[in-house]
Each structure stands twice: as structure tokens, then as C-alpha cells.
T-cell receptor
Framework: DAKTTQPNSMESNEEEPVHLPCNHSTISGTDYIHWYRQLPSQGPEYVIHGLTSNVNNRMASLAIAEDRKSSTLILHRATLRDAAVYYCILDQAAGNKLTFGGGTRVLVKP | KAGVTQTPRYLIKTRGQQVTLSCSPISGHRSVSWYQQTPGQGLQFLFEYFSETQRNKGNFPGRFSGRQFSNSRSEMNVSTLELGDSALYLC????????????FGNGTRLTVT
């Protein structure tokens, strides 16, 4: 299975942007890049996904490198509610068989 | 629109017993997948069902099984429980499966003593 590599943790100040990197050097041409986050005591929550082009939605932006071997999730203005574990996952277009890595624990300081 | 509902929320069983967990997907979603989350192994894929058929399976022993009903509701069963089966079991539903966002429930916390 294709794997992703993320930093274990990151800190941010409230109302500042957060850039979460993810490396996926073994990505194949049909793999979509998904981001989920998990708040304490909850199931994971979908954030955003993309294939080749950068994507924006109300929660975040996803910047995908031209060679697709890395991507960055951007939270434009972090709030205390954004404190969570963020997972970068490759969806291998074979049903919903997602391989979750360790994720990045984001701490937002007031 | 109601979210993904998992029952029960908490469960305590003893070694050797079997357990059945239930998942009701979002209305209209046909794909249901199951994940196990433990502090040591993180989130691991168990299996996925689409239109009552198992479409994908993770690397878990045969003691772990599941099924999906015609109304897309799903159950997973674990037989001959072991201490290591203690975990948070998460169910997720999606419209079609591949590349469509997953909607997770809040899980069933299983403790095996």
C-alpha cells in the first residue's frame, strides 16, 4: 500500500495560518489525496481531497505538488476548534480502503 | 440529515465471548466501511461493503466478520474475543465508495477483560 509521511505534531497561534505537510513519494497516477481530522472523542471528519489540482473548500485548501509526491493542507486562520489530529491518506480508488498513518497532532494556542 | 449512528456506544465483554456491533449509515449511502482504532496501531481498515457485498478486506483474522443489509445498515461481528481486540470500532459511510468522502460515526468503544 502507498504510504504517507507526516510530522508528529505542530503548534500554531490562534488566527494564524497552519501549513500541514505530507509526503507521498510512492503515489500512483490514480491515487486521490484525502485529508481527515479527528477531534478528541469523535470519529474522523472529512476535510478535503484532490487528485492533481489545488482544491479549496470552506474548511481548508489543499496544495498538491506538480509531481504529486507531496501535498500541503492549509488552514487559513486556525481556531481553537481546529486542534485535532490531521491525517493525510491516499485513496487507491479501490473502494474505501483507506490506510491511515500516524497523523499530525495540531495544537492551537490562544 | 442524520449522521452515521453506531450502537452501542460502549461495550464490555470477557475473553472468549463474541460481540456484534451495529452501524446505520447516512440515508442514501451505499458503502459502509469499518475501522479499528487502538493507541498502538492507530486506525486500521477492517472491511468495506457496497450493496450487500464485501468489496475490500483488511489484514484481520477470520474472527472479524461483517455483513450489510438491503437497507445499507451494517453489522460487524468479532468471535472468540481476545484482550487485544479492545479498541474503538469506527464505521464510515459514503455515497458510492471510491474517492467519495467518508462520514464517520463516533464509534463503539469495546473493552475485553
Amino acid at each position: 500500500d502507498a504510504k504517507t509521511t507526516q510530522p508528529n505534531s505542530m503548534e500554531s497561534n490562534e488566527e494564524e495560518p497552519v501549513h500541514l505537510p505530507c509526503n507521498h513519494s510512492t503515489i500512483s497516477g490514480t491515487d486521490y489525496i484525502h485529508w481527515y481530522r479527528q477531534l478528541p472523542s469523535q470519529g474522523p471528519e472529512y476535510v478535503i481531497h484532490g487528485l492533481t489540482s489545488n482544491v479549496n473548500n470552506r474548511m481548508a485548501s489543499l496544495a498538491i505538488a506538480e509531481d504529486r509526491k507531496s501535498s500541503t493542507l492549509i488552514l487559513h486562520r486556525a481556531t481553537l476548534r481546529d486542534a485535532a489530529v490531521y491525517y493525510c491518506i491516499l485513496d487507491q480508488a479501490a473502494g474505501n480502503k483507506l490506510t491511515f498513518g500516524g497523523g499530525t497532532r495540531v495544537l492551537v494556542k490562544p | 440529515k442524520a449522521g452515521v449512528t453506531q450502537t452501542p456506544r460502549y461495550l464490555i465483554k470477557t475473553r472468549g465471548q463474541q460481540v456484534t456491533l451495529s452501524c446505520s449509515p447516512i440515508s442514501g449511502h451505499r458503502s459502509v466501511s469499518w475501522y479499528q482504532q487502538t493507541p498502538g496501531q492507530g486506525l486500521q481498515f477492517l472491511f468495506e461493503y457496497f450493496s450487500e457485498t464485501q468489496r475490500n478486506k483488511g489484514n484481520f483474522p477470520g474472527r472479524f466478520s461483517g455483513r450489510q443489509f438491503s437497507n445499507s445498515r451494517s453489522e460487524m461481528n468479532v468471535s472468540t474475543l481476545e484482550l487485544g481486540d479492545s479498541a474503538l470500532y469506527l464505521c464510515a459511510s459514503s455515497l458510492t465508495g471510491a474517492n467519495s468522502p467518508l462520514h464517520f460515526g463516533n464509534g463503539t468503544r469495546l473493552t475485553v477483560t
